[in-house]
């Protein structure tokens, strides 16, 4: 691919030149400028502005502008740099006529005609592709009005659905399902990815877009997996995204029928091809998709209107867009990167919502198989070798073993462990302890993904379940199908006892007649792919991760523990990189781990709020009402002191603080304790009689916040109170803003458990790595890094306002408060006893919400 760096350094834009749909803060201003100047010279930038100040529409308006300009300074230098060189050659030829040496002559303009011939090159190619996009736009104005008058031809569909095969014989491979890459030479322009964790931000993403004038002429595109983008209905009925892929790929590569019926045209058969899939349709929703931004979910309506796969629009798409947007998985993984096509090299990267990068890496690179599915691993391989073991190459057949041969070794490991010998191993001694360390697993995983085994081996243990039993007219049943039932037997057995109360309490409650109803066959994704995820992480350098063996729960998981070679392709590749979110803070151990590599690239930025700043009274709390140090310590948190303090705590303020009050606990088990008590000293229903009271339980927030949010707008309301857990769904991403969160308290600093086998390994790698106390320095991070998720729940706009509690002694430390966000550590008040005690918090509260009343 061709690509042109321009020589010409990019002047930084002023604050009206972003597109800023909105009068910017002074904050805004200085991250567009200061974005920009690290787009322009290629670093790695790390940025900080707290959640409420607008961080992803300025991140978006100063990267499009940096990309448009420079996509304006690469037309007019190459044009400049080919006017200057045909000038240059037009002197050197007058003086060839002049010249006595005419090898001479002829030599110093042979570089100057080479490199004429490449711009002239890459200016034809730039102009193909401009001409390209023109008549990309006038094609999707004229498919969107098609569209709505007319659906597509039948016989259309039929013809772009080409017949494919399905054979198993060793002499085929299936199509990759990636993209293949193209050989046309063509230029490459500079692209744009935007991550964050979820499609729901990225939507915001589009939502913001849409209000600059960046959105009348990007192409920007979505990125997401079949779950969010089929629209078959046969794959989407699937729910979970492995099958719905296994589901895909065999409709893709099905035979079509010589002679379908009328029937068989209008519905996708089981075995036939995916009409969504038909090539001029996704070419359509490829171009409207390009012509304007959407969304997730509008990209996945516009496909269902047209009857197009918005799955493979948006993959076609990807060559052509200049901003794409994707959740983190589909950038961090390499494996994922490879199989949509996506291109790093020159591109911009941003990461947003980042607070949680490393951890968000260590469990995409990660990897868990157990017992059950290595068992039914084991039977599925070899049913399918027995089926086909004649139609297979001795080579072939040799892979094959040596899966099953793996398969059966980690199972002895798990099952020769003993109850209580959990480990930790590393890839090359569990090779070795498995005596599979003779075998090449990257050569052994490349057949895997070359013919497409996981699927052929899933399709066939699929095929001889829906095989009929046997009869007197019927063979009897082959050896590899009887395993295969007996395993899926033994399983059902399995799930069926474990259901067995909830099935007669079921019977019990419904005590009407129903008619008879279709037994439904529970389909499971296959242990295929588990496996091969597993075995590819067994290939990784020895030093970067662990193996965790635990017998008693029959689990082999992987575990990452050093996070930079995941990430050494997008720090190589990229042009520059953008790392962003409201808590970056402590960002130590982000640069040790990922960046060390390009310390002379990396910058920081960190900004303050909007809000003014007596929007914001923060507290440390280290004594209670009564007196009492405040130490929410494991060991003593549950103690009656403790939590008589604590309840003392929170009927006080429920007392002097209007609109919602949101306190975060340590845990779950510790919330109960709370309410518990709560209830049994009566503070529950003293609470109760100025705020409604609700409680978070592990599972699904929606309608208890809904529950919440109805409470404190009900006329007459003194409120609400909502009692939830440190690091739960209500912690993070969640909008307190307004009434919704006047008040946020966290009690006691989060620690997780320090018992645990994956904990103490990453802190012990820590230490060996970056020196003693590295491991530490993670642990206390980690607890700070929760806790300034909570705090950032209240505050989400620049007329917002609201008072934050810090409940414990410990958070009056120095070095705790260096971590806290810079908005709140410079306005922190201690609430000591020689500076009045909780009386003067009580006060401070009253008299900071009375002002604003």
Not at 60 to 77: D, F, G, K, P, Q
Not at 141 to 166: F, T, V, W
């Amino acid at each position: 691919m061709a690509h042109y760096a321009p020589q010409q350094p990019l002047a930084t834009p002023t604050a009206q030149e972003f597109g800023f749909p909105y009068t910017p803060y002074a904050i805004q201003e200085q991250l567009m400028q200061e974005l920009f100047q690290v787009l322009e010279r290629g670093q790695v930038g790390i940025f900080e502005s707290p959640t409420g100040t607008g961080k992803s529409l300025t991140l978006t308006c100063s990267s499009l502008t940096w990309l448009a300009r420079h996509e304006e300074l690469v037309r007019s230098e190459m044009l400049a740099s080919i006017r200057g060189l045909e000038q240059e050659l037009a002197k050197l030829e007058q003086e060839d006529e002049q010249a006595k040496d005419w090898l001479e002559s002829q030599g110093k303009s042979r570089l100057q005609r080479e490199e004429l011939r490449k711009l002239q090159h890459l200016q034809e190619l730039l102009d193909q592709q401009e001409q390209q996009l023109v008549e990309l736009r006038q094609r999707a104005k004229i498919h969107k009005k098609q569209r709505r008058q007319q659906p597509a031809k039948k016989e259309d569909l039929e013809k772009d659905l080409e017949p494919n095969s399905d054979s198993d014989s060793d002499a085929e491979h299936q199509t990759a399902d990636g993209p293949q890459e193209s050989t046309e030479d063509r230029y490459r322009p500079v692209q744009i990815f935007f991550c964050s964790r979820t499609h729901s931000q990225l939507t915001q993403i589009v939502a913001e877009l849409r209000k600059t004038p960046h959105g009348q002429s990007v192409r920007c595109i979505s990125l997401g997996s079949r779950q969010q983008l089929c629209g078959n209905p046969q794959v989407r009925a699937l729910k979970q995204v492995g099958l719905m892929n296994e589901r895909c790929l065999e409709m893709a590569t099905n035979k079509a029928q010589p002679n379908p019926s009328k029937k068989s045209r209008l519905s996708a058969g089981a075995n036939s091809r995916c009409p969504f899939k038909a090539a001029s349709l996704v070419e359509s929703l490829r171009d409207l998709a390009l012509s304007e931004p959407l969304d997730i979910e509008e990209l996945a309506s516009e496909g269902a209107a047209c009857g197009a796969c918005s799955y493979y629009a948006s993959r076609s798409a990807l060559e052509q867009a200049q901003l794409i947007l994707l959740p983190y998985q589909l950038l961090l993984q390499k494996s994922a990167r490879s199989q949509l096509g996506i291109n790093l090299r020159g591109s911009i990267v941003i990461v947003d919502e980042a607070h949680n990068l490393l951890d968000s890496l260590a469990q995409l690179h990660g990897a868990e198989i157990n017992r059950q599915q290595l068992e039914r691993t084991r039977v599925e391989i070899s049913g399918y070798k027995e089926q086909f073991q004649k139609r297979l190459s001795t080579k072939n057949l040799l892979k094959i073993n040596q899966l099953i041969f793996i398969v059966r070794r980690l199972l002895k490991i798990l099952d020769h462990g003993g109850p209580n010998n959990s480990r930790m191993l590393r890839t090359y001694e569990l090779t070795a302890e498995g005596d599979f360390f003779n075998i090449d697993l990257c050569e052994l995983l490349d057949f895997c993904a070359r013919t497409r085994f996981a699927r052929k081996v899933q399709g066939h243990a699929a095929k001889m379940q829906r095989e009929p039993q046997p009869s007197e007219n019927q063979p009897p049943t082959s050896s590899a199908r009887s395993l295969i039932l007996q395993r899926l037997a033994c399983e059902q057995k399995q799930k069926e006892q474990s259901k067995q109360v909830k099935r007669k309490l079921e019977e019990i409650a419904d005590k009407e007649e129903e008619p008879p109803k279709k037994t439904i066959v529970e389909v499971t994704p296959s242990p295929i792919r588990p496996l091969l995820a597993f075995l590819e992480t067994l290939t990784s350098n020895g030093e970067d991760g662990r193996i965790l063996l635990d017998p008693q729960a029959g689990t082999l998981k992987y575990l990452l523990l050093d996070p930079a070679e995941q990430f050494a392709d997008i720090v190589g590749e990229a042009r520059a990189i953008v790392i962003a979110g409201g808590t970056m803070q402590p960002t130590q151990e982000l640069k040790e781990q990922l960046f060390a590599s390009c310390q002379d690239r990396l910058v920081e930025h960190f900004y303050s709020h909007v809000v003014p700043d007596d929007a914001v009274l923060p507290f440390v709390v280290s004594h209670g009402p009564k007196g009492a140090p405040l130490c929410f310590k494991f060991t003593q948190r549950a103690s009656p002191e403790m939590l008589q303090e604590l309840s003392m705590v929170l009927q006080n303020l429920c007392q002097v603080v209007p609109g919602g009050v949101v306190c975060f606990l340590p845990s779950y088990e510790y919330l109960d304790k709370v309410y518990q008590h709560l209830e049994q000293c009566g503070t529950l229903e003293n609470i109760g009689r100025k705020k409604s009271v609700f409680r978070e339980v592990s599972g699904s927030a929606e309608q208890l916040l809904e529950k919440y949010a109805l409470a404190i707008k009900a006329s007459g309301s003194g409120g609400a109170l909502l009692l939830s857990v440190v690091g739960g769904k209500l912690s993070e991403g969640l909008n307190f803003a307004d009434d919704l969160g006047r008040a946020v308290l966290v009690v006691g600093l989060p620690y997780p458990n320090r018992q645990s086998p994956e904990l103490q390994q990453r802190m012990r790698h820590l230490d060996e790595r970056l020196g003693p106390g590295s491991g530490n320095e993670f642990y206390e991070n980690l607890c700070i890094k929760a806790v300034n998720q909570c705090i950032g729940r209240a505050v989400r706009h620049i007329r917002d306002y609201a008072c934050v509690y810090l409940l414990d002694e410990r958070f009056a430390n120095a070095r705790i408060r260096r971590k806290l966000p810079e908005w709140i550590s410079r306005h922190i008040v201690e609430a000591g006893t020689g500076r009045g005690g909780f009386g003067a918090v009580q006060a401070r509260t009253a008299k900071f919400f009375k002002s604003r009343s």
